[in-house]
């Protein structure tokens, strides 16, 4: 196992394209929470908003390009042919899927790592700067705390999620195309759908509605799921699609 | 461990569509084994089934005696070359060899030391998608030799080189098999193996027509026939018919004969006062000898033949 991943983050570290995609994933991910903190104001009577949600809302724009680099870890290697060449070298299936979410997942922490924290540091001042009261902002207090972890996690999650598909369906137009549709479209559905136990349910099964509860900080009551749970439902969906994506990649032909 | 590669009744279907069909075969170390067969004989399907990439539906292929999917680091036991286009185009040569050399535990100095033998130290820092086919050819020898290993499995090597390199590839196929290696190189085209194989597997339609020895299948394929060079083509061609030889034309003043030893050609033509210039006995080429072995066996024939 060892020297499968010392493989697989020798490919990762020698193509250019990693540290352009990380740095666009932490660039992004910044740039939507500061624009969507930018965007909110409170009233002297109080504030609405969920700090956590505004100031992590960047995680939303930044999954799509985790996505992008999960999916291309694998698809890269099918679109050229060297997938022969990986499995040749490596002929333990499950061992090289295992190494390349072992991988993936450390670059994922790391750029949500970043992004996360400098997201809320950015968040919190552009928000005091709106008139919004200190004391919910404070970063050591425990839900938004529990909103910055489970956003990083978050994140790392996706990476996997979208490396079972990818590696399900071998193609990179396909892949990105499944991984984005099933990230942005139980959102855009909640919208659409008007019988309130629909949504409910809707919400309850979908990765990114339910995976993102963890950046509640107020009204949790008012959720359908605990925040942890809500992770949960994204952990469950990832948990499938490597599964799903590692049993086709052992007894298919490469 | 043995250097060999034992192939055994492989069977696979794709679809409707028989790509093996009992392919058996061995390849022993210390010669080169040429794979021949017109496209779709299941020559790559063949290789993908002992590199353990493709499933059979039957049969199994050992590489010393063990399924490659058994084998711990087995870039150490088998090297192969597929396809040397299958790299990603963004990575340099040498990090291209390097990580395969990480999954084999291989320290980095292998990767310098494979690339100075195929000649590629001074592009190793380029990116491999600018190389033309011909250092793709050699990247990909360069990957097959990385863990030293005792069994070669090489697909169309010769595909896109250039002379300079078809001769280079000819020495270094020669010198694998002179330092004890089994080496197994597929071609479409016999000419590309005449002076380089020592052994040849013939295969068409997913199976083993001929296994043989290079020298063996030229002598079986010229039948013991003798070329005859005379002006005097119809009289000779009367006295040796009369002495029961069969005799065919080849060219203005040449004759095939067959059914007469070169001695007794010799003697009947002396008999009838024919005049001659030469007789030798007839060899075939490689290329020819093949033509008659697959000549049932080819799938997809030009309509014009």
Same mark, same amino acid.
């Given at each position: 196992m060892r020297t499968y991943l010392h493989a697989e983050w020798t490919k990762v570290r020698t193509l250019a394209g990693t540290g352009r995609l990380l740095l666009t994933i932490i660039v992004l991910t910044v740039a939507a929470s500061a624009t969507a903190s930018a965007l909110v104001s409170c009233t002297a009577e109080g504030c609405g908003h969920d700090p956590g949600r505004i100031g992590l809302f960047g995680v939303q724009v930044g999954q799509a390009v985790v996505a992008v680099l999960a999916v291309l870890a694998v698809t890269g290697e099918y679109g050229t042919g060297m997938i022969r060449l990986t499995l040749a070298a490596m002929p333990r299936r499950t061992g090289v899927l295992a190494a390349k979410a072992a991988v993936l997942t450390g670059l994922t922490l790391a750029a949500g790592g970043v992004a996360v924290p400098v997201s809320l540091l950015v968040s919190r001042r552009v928000l005091l700067g709106n008139g919004f009261p200190p004391d919910p902002l404070d970063p050591t207090g425990g839900p938004l705390l529990r909103a910055a972890v489970g956003s990083v996690l978050y994140l790392a999650l996706v990476a996997l999620l979208s490396l079972g598909v990818a590696t399900a369906v071998r193609d990179s137009a396909t892949a990105v195309g499944v991984v984005l549709g099933l990230l942005y479209l139980f959102p855009a559905l909640i919208l659409v759908v008007s019988d309130e136990d629909w949504q409910r349910f809707l919400w309850k099964v979908s990765p990114t509605n339910a995976g993102l509860?963890?950046?509640?900080?107020?009204?949790?009551?008012?959720?359908?799921?605990?925040p942890w749970a809500g992770l949960g439902v994204l952990a469950a969906w990832t948990a499938a699609a490597l599964l799903g994506g590692g049993l086709l990649l052992r007894i298919r032909d490469a | 461990m043995r250097a060999t590669i034992e192939v055994s009744g492989l069977r696979k279907r794709f679809g409707p569509t028989?790509?093996?069909?009992g392919m058996s075969f061995t390849v022993r170390p210390g010669r080169v084994t040429g794979f021949v067969g017109?496209?779709? &004989? =299941?020559k790559s399907t063949t290789m993908r089934v002992i590199l353990g990439l493709d499933a059979a539906d039957e049969g199994h292929a050992l590489i010393g005696g063990r399924p490659?999917?058994?084998?711990?680091?087995?870039l150490r036991h088998v090297g192969a070359l597929l396809?040397?286009?299958?790299?990603?185009?963004?990575?340099t040569a040498r990090d291209h060899l390097l990580w395969l050399a990480r999954s084999q535990g291989l320290p980095a100095g292998r990767v310098d030391e494979v690339l100075e033998r195929v000649g590629l130290e001074s592009a190793?820092?380029?990116? &491999? =998608?600018?190389?033309?086919l011909g250092m793709r050819q050699r990247l990909g020898i360069a990957a097959a030799l990385l863990g030293d290993p005792p069994v070669l499995l090489l697909d169309e090597?010769?595909?896109?080189?250039d002379p300079e390199g078809i001769v280079w590839m000819r020495g270094l196929l020669r010198s694998l098999a002179g330092e004890g290696r089994a080496v197994l190189v597929s071609s479409h085209l016999m000419g590309e193996l005449e002076g380089t194989a020592d052994h040849l597997v013939v295969v068409g339609r997913g199976r083993v027509i001929a296994d043989t020895g290079v020298a063996d299948l030229i002598a079986a394929a010229s039948r013991d026939r003798v070329t005859l060079r005379t002006a005097a083509r119809a009289a000779a061609a009367s006295a040796l018919d009369r002495a029961g030889a069969a005799v065919a034309a080849t060219g203005q003043d040449a004759l095939v004969v067959s059914g007469l030893p070169p001695e007794r050609v010799v003697a009947v033509l002396n008999a009838d006062g024919v005049p001659f210039s030469e007789v030798a006995a007839y060899r075939v080429t490689l290329e020819q000898a093949y033509l008659d072995l697959t000549g049932d066996a080819v799938e997809y024939r030009g309509a014009a033949r």
């Open positions: 509860a963890v950046q509640a900080t107020t009204r949790l009551a008012d959720l359908p799921l605990t | 028989v790509a093996l069909d017109p496209n779709g &004989a =299941g490659y999917r058994a084998l711990r680091s087995p396809d040397a286009g299958a790299l990603q185009p963004g990575r190793a820092r380029r990116r &491999a =998608g600018g190389f033309s090597p010769v595909n896109g080189l």
